[in-house]
């Protein structure tokens, strides 16, 4: 059975780092594309970050781009998102999810296993 345990939100001042894991419980984490999404108060979950499952290919959101970085370590079934330069509008529940297949996706729908969420907040 598969379980992603996310840990390391928090409360931030604005421009400062957070660093985000994610632990996959299970023996196929190599072969899962893994992805970092975010939900704010009234908004709908959109896609962070994502990287492929054997990490030689990311994407990230337009605005998060130069200041968040997704890495994965498959010895330690583990994913993180490094965050810096945090803003305001980056506060949000973050979720960790993965994907049984080569590609990245932008959608949720895609994502076949999640994590549950953490709380970041970046004060101004």
């Known amino acids: 059975q598969v379980q992603l345990v996310v840990s390391g939100g928090g409360l931030v001042q604005a421009g400062g780092s957070l660093r985000l894991s994610c632990v996959f419980s299970g023996r196929t984490f190599s072969s899962k594309t893994m992805g970092w999404f975010r939900q704010a108060p009234g908004k709908e979950r959109e896609f962070v970050a994502g990287?492929?499952?054997?990490?030689?290919?990311?994407d990230s959101l337009d605005s998060v781009k130069g200041r968040f970085t997704i890495s994965r370590d498959n010895a330690k079934n583990t994913v993180y998102l490094q965050m810096n330069s945090l803003k305001p509008e980056d506060t949000a529940v973050y979720y960790c999810a993965a994907r049984s297949a080569w590609t990245i996706s932008h959608a949720s729908s895609a994502y076949d296993y999640w994590g549950q969420g953490t709380q970041v907040t970046v004060s101004s």
């Open positions: 990287i492929s499952w054997g990490g030689g290919s990311t």
